[in-house]
């Protein structure tokens, strides 16, 4: 019963896919900044193992440093508040304090799963990050996992990552703007993160303003009347919704797959930009002719929280962006779990958002 991990980060929109273009960005200090508003020590730090120098002969089968972070750490987790209101920022966190911040987030959510799920994830898959590129060259040994594939586009919001416990047994089955769709074992995966140009609808066009000159009242009964319209007279243009264009963006998505030997779909999960709830199980139900449901309902207490609920995924925890969803008919949901944006900061006595996304596991049978 493998466990599916999805975690996206927050980049901007540069052609360069480096470190810096997730360093502090807007939205990310715009979340440290919400949350640090509460005095609250209501976070979980779970005990983890720090870098350490080693010795390659400690680690054979090639995997080195990954595998010491295979296995869960014993130990209470500790409870902390944030750090202060503007602590990130670019002026304040460089780009090695950063990634050092994206490697213990990368770690608390291993710890963090195992406790909920008595399993590391088998696949782990980042949104926002392009683990191609040289900077992020040793973050498998944080995932604890081989990295199986990342995408490659012009900006470096719109790419994947996607790393596994066993490299050998995951397959890309198609990748597109928005997606990058895996096969592991016999279970059909697709990671999103669905484009803002889907979200916007286009608005219906104006009704034409009245004629200068128009009577009305009675003067309008003297009036010669236009002739009525003719009875084939060609229709306005149909204005495309919301709902149309995501059902076209997950029929394509199901279209490709299954040319390319994937199968059908069994898991969407990723930033899905929904307006609701509802959304992303009615689109996918309609675009892949299959029955999704929602994984979650309702609010989220993420796993490294102490009483502590929000309503969304989102920076402010208001909407529901970041979620999974399930094929009734080919799957069975076991659990699911969230975390919030937070992780270790300084000396580890306080957590800071590295993100503006919450991040979430689904375990599948």
Known sequence: MPIFSYQSFNAGSSKTHDLKSLTAQGFTVETHDHLAASNERNRLIYPALHDQNFNPNDYPGGRLPADRHAFPVQGPAALVGMAPVGTVSTANVSTANFFEMMKQKVLQNQQAVYRQMKSMPQVTAFGELDGAHQDFSTMNEYVASDWSGATNVKAACQNFSVYCSNGANVKCV??????????????????????NRLMKSKKAPAAAAAKPGVLKGVAAQHQVKPP???????PGPVVETTEDRLV?????????????????????????????????????SQGTNQTFKNAHEGDISPIDGYNVSV???????????????YNANTVKLKKICYWSQLTPFGDGGQVAAVTDHMGLAIEVE
């Open 311 to 325: 309503a969304g995924t989102n920076s402010k925890g208001t909407k529901m962006y970041d979620v999974a969803v």
């Open 174 to 195: 198609g990748t597109g703007e928005g997606w990058y769709a895996i096969r592991y074992l016999q279970y059909t995966v697709v990671f999103v993160h669905v484009p």
């Open 248 to 284: 076209k963006f997950y029929k394509d998505i199901a279209d490709t797959i299954l040319k390319n030997g994937g199968g059908i779909i069994d898991v969407v999960m990723g930033d899905t930009n929904q307006s609701s709830g509802g959304v992303t199980p009615n689109v996918v």
């Open 228 to 234: 009525p319209p003719t009875p084939y007279a060609k």
